[in-house]
């Protein structure tokens, strides 16, 4: 599925199992406090009280509006003590989207999927967006938030070489061939802080 992209886009540095990387929770955040509220407020605008959301690679921290009632959120990620300490979460699994990019979800089951600065570490990005895609309702909304800020051995090559609109581009080409709409880059980044893309699509 890879195979209109540079095969080299996908290389990484460090090719052992994700696993390894992940094994030891990092109770941190990836980007400043102040673009994690622009991140939070984007969140509080578009995504409404009641909707059924998944975070996608997710961790300790969703960065969902506080005071918003959702009415489920499940969390996806690599290590269990992070997504245990996840506030925000009602369900957890554990999965390593290199390997099983299928996620363990019905079709037309959430109304928003996010992937908070994350989307450089996946090798089957077109995988993964076909199954968003299959698990959103008709209407429902995925939201790839980007900063500048990685783990450079497991980033793939693109995420090194490519300026952040050609990331922006990528991702929406990602999402485009895994049959999402509508597609659109926005830059919520704030004065000072981590820069944040946001490239956001639907399913139609
Ligand atoms: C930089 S952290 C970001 C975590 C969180 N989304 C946030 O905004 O703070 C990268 C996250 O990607 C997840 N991740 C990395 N590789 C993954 C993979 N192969 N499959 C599933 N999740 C992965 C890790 O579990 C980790 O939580």
């Known amino acids: 599925m890879n195979t209109a992209f540079p095969e080299q886009f996908f290389q990484r540095q460090d090719e052992s199992a994700d696993q ?13 406090d102040v673009t994690i509220s622009s991140l939070t407020e984007f969140y509080r605008e578009q995504i409404a009280p009641g909707s059924r959301v ?3 690679m997710s961790s300790w921290i969703s ?21 245990e300490a996840n506030p925000r979460l009602h369900h957890y699994c554990v999965q ?8 363990p979800f019905a079709d037309n089951s959430f109304d928003a999927v996010l992937i908070a600065v994350s989307i450089q ?14 698990c959103l309702t008709t209407g429902g909304q995925c939201i790839v938030a980007m900063s500048h800020r990685l783990f450079p051995t497991k980033a793939i090559h693109a995420f090194h070489i490519l300026s952040p609109a050609d990331r922006c581009r990528l991702v ?19 004065h000072t802080g981590d820069p944040l893309w ?7």
């Open 121 to 134: 570490y996946l090798v089957k990005p077109v995988e993964v967006m076909t199954e968003i895609n299959r």
């Open 172 to 190: 929406a080409t990602y999402m485009e061939k895994g049959g999402l709409t509508e597609i659109e880059a926005l830059d919520h980044s704030p």
């Open 63 to 83: 960065h969902l509006p506080e005071g918003v009632g959702y009415a489920h959120v499940s969390g996806l990620g690599m290590n269990a003590a992070e997504l």
């Open 20 to 32: 390894n990387f992940y094994s030891q929770p990092r109770f941190v955040t990836h980007i400043d």
């Open 96 to 103: 390593d989207l290199n390997i099983t990019p299928t996620l």
């Open 198 to 204: 946001i490239v956001r699509s639907y399913c139609s």
């Open 54 to 56: 998944l975070d996608l």
